[in-house]
């Protein structure tokens, strides 16, 4: 048996543990495991002292393209996530013109084919406009599935009631991913917001805002029979909610909700600023119970990059949203260094979560047969993380400063070594993902 590539002498976490094993990659895919001879391989990779993962994928990022090429493009945010680590992504709607078409959703597909770096899918938004026809929008090529913003959005994309909210989530069959603030709360709040301060951000986009919606959405699901992902979460009492509705309600947590508090206002300020807000420190400790609980699913960036200059707007002039698919990896592997997760439960979260949830094919595994995704790191390896370091059009980080152990040092989408040690290494070669309900028939 020979093979394409041979990743020799890594320890590989997959189905069945932790342990030494060599990869043989052929046409892209996953061909054998276990030992191999090096001969067998057309190129031999030395991964000695490192750790090979399934292909990270990060459920939420937003690429801003087309409209908003000027903070990021699918181009550079997908450099970003390569760099990171990260070998797929699933980008979201709110863009200029949004993703609510089945045209805007193929201009997208095409823009990014062999274009972006990573591997890609787009959700489309669910809007009153197009509730009709969201079952056919889901199984269109290149698509992650439907978004629904139930809290302040991009226009049409907002859907603030509960019949709107069941008219659209009464059809799709795919799981549907959902911003949940409770809008009306937002709008009777507004006046809270204080200017000039960011810390107000939290107060006004309060703990009810968040939970009110979450139970308005889990009421809506069950008596639609729809499944639904909720991303985002940031408290303690939604947490405690939706643990009684876990047969059809996964969830999103993300690295920064789990390092960072409300306390980093005023070290960041609006650099800090993001929908949901980061909250107290107990907020924070409440969504690592849920990690430990198998309450949270999923973890995903939130990648929403921004400008300085448009972050440096003041409160609440500044946009919401930061940077963070370069980072998903290096932070929480710092977060497994410290004992805070398995490593196990990372790869869970990261790769095979979201395979199951989203119906991903031939993703989110090592395994004979699989797409040949791979996530490479040298799991003691300290490094600083600068702003200087970011491949985003935004150049920022909220994470400048922080040492962390744990950091990537490969990524390999299909069989492809695409960055190598900090380097890109091969050309642009991103492809749509394909997912179980909507594969073509032959």
């Not at 493009?73 to 863009?95: C, H, I, K, Q, Y």
């Not at 809506?220 to 909610?241: D, W, Y």
């Not at 003041?314 to 980072?327: C, E, I, K, L, R």
């Amino acid at each position: 048996m020979t093979f394409d590539t041979v990743f020799r002498n890594g320890t590989v976490v997959n189905q069945d543990g932790i342990g030494p094993r060599d990869i043989g990659v052929r046409h892209g895919r996953i061909a054998m495991i276990g030992r191999i001879d090096p001969s067998a391989g057309g190129e031999v990779v030395d991964c000695t002292g490192l750790t090979i993962l399934p292909g990270v994928v990060d459920t939420q990022v937003h690429f801003r393209e087309p409209g908003g090429e000027h903070k990021e493009d699918l181009e550079t945010g997908s450099r970003a996530a390569v760099m990171g680590g990260v070998t797929a992504v699933f980008e979201m709607p709110n863009t200029n013109p949004l993703t609510i078409t089945p045209e805007a959703l193929a201009d997208k597909v095409a823009r990014g084919t062999h274009r972006m770096h990573s591997d890609f899918a787009f959700f489309v938004g669910g809007t009153l406009e197009n509730a009709g026809d969201v079952a056919e929008l889901e199984r269109l090529p290149g698509a992650a599935g439907i978004k629904i913003f139930m809290g302040s959005s991009t226009g049409k994309l907002l859907v603030a009631d509960d019949d709107g909210l069941g008219g659209v989530l009464s059809r799709p069959r795919r799981r549907v991913s959902i911003h949940a603030e409770d809008e009306p709360r937002l709008a009777e709040r507004a006046g809270l917001r204080v200017a000039g301060d960011p810390a107000s951000h939290p107060v006004w986009r309060d703990e009810v805002t968040a939970l009110t919606a979450t139970k308005r959405l889990a009421r809506v699901a069950r008596e639609t029979g729809a499944r639904v992902h909720l991303l985002h979460v940031t408290t303690a009492e939604e947490m405690a909610f939706i643990g009684d509705f876990k047969d059809n309600v996964s969830v999103e947590v993300t690295p920064q909700h789990l390092t960072l508090a409300a306390d980093d206002y005023g070290r960041l300020g609006t650099r800090l600023q993001m929908n949901p807000p980061i909250r107290e420190a107990h907020h924070r400790a409440a969504l690592w119970r849920a990690v430990e609980q198998g309450i949270a699913d999923v973890l995903g960036s939130d990648h929403a990059p921004h400008t300085l200059a448009e972050k440096a707007k003041p409160y609440p002039a500044s946009p919401s949203g930061m940077p963070g698919v370069q980072t998903l990896v290096p932070v929480m592997l710092d977060h497994v260094a410290a004992g805070r997760l398995s490593l196990e439960r990372f790869v869970d979260m990261t790769s095979a979560a979201p395979a199951r949830l989203f119906g991903m094919a031939g993703k989110g595994r090592i395994a004979v047969g699989y797409d040949a995704d791979l996530t490479v790191v040298d799991l003691g390896r300290r490094v600083t993380i600068a702003d200087a370091m970011m491949a985003s059009r935004a150049g920022w980080t909220p994470y400048d400063g922080m040492t962390v152990t744990g950091w990537p040092v490969g990524t390999v989408v299909r069989g492809r070594r695409v960055m190598w040690e900090g380097e890109l290494t091969a050309p642009s070669t991103g492809e749509a993902v394909r997912f179980l309900e909507a594969l073509p028939k032959r």
